[in-house]
């Protein structure tokens, strides 16, 4: 320490000095472990994954390969990228597409349970659906988007629209251009 001759060593001085460079320490070290999650987050954002051109300009489908290169669906949480929002509506690559063809119901704002409830099994299957193995996605009409900005697309495999089939399920309806009560 700095002593000078003659002078009584100060317990109190040295300790808060030592708890000075301890503080100085843990807090070099926290910003370090922030700016290396920070990084990586950053990094995780921009990785390459599966870029989908959802132009399609040429009418020809979109195919979307679900094995190796393109992440799992899940449902949607407070990021965005590629999950399902619900029944008619998910994220692919961080873009938002509407299912064009079909209208599910609501569980944002639903108007009564049965609504709340059979929109849970619409999400829940359209989730299943995605991940059950390759996809296209085909324009319908001349509208590419809807008023919220969301990609209105039929979501196909094997010719057979997915839409198509979660109405045979009873968990959706054919979109005849306006929304109809569930309650």
């Not at 051109?53 to 195919?63: E, G, M, V």
Request: hydrophobic share 35%.
């Amino acid at each position: 320490m700095n002593e000078t001759p003659g002078e009584p060593f100060d317990f109190r001085k040295a300790l808060k000095a030592q708890k000075r460079r301890k503080l100085r320490r843990e807090i070099a070290l926290g910003l370090g472990a922030f700016a290396v999650v920070l990084a990586g987050g950053m990094l995780a954002l921009n990785w390459p994954v599966h870029n989908a051109s959802l132009a399609n300009d040429d009418q020809q489908p979109l195919a979307l390969f679900q094995q190796a290169s393109s992440p799992q669906f899940g449902i949607c949480g407070s990021i965005r990228r590629t999950c399902v929002v619900d029944g008619d509506t998910f994220w692919l690559d961080g873009v938002k597409i509407r299912i064009a063809d079909i209208d599910t119901p609501e569980i944002s704002e639903p108007r009564c349970d049965y609504e709340y409830q059979l929109g849970m099994r619409a999400t829940h299957r359209l989730v299943e659906l995605l991940n059950g193995g390759p996809f296209e996605l085909r324009t319908i009409g001349s509208r590419d988007e809807d008023q919220y900005g969301r990609k209105l697309r039929v979501v196909t495999r094997g010719g057979r629209s997915l839409g198509d089939q979660l109405v045979s399920e009873g968990l959706a309806r054919t979109w005849t251009g306006r929304r109809e009560p569930w309650c």
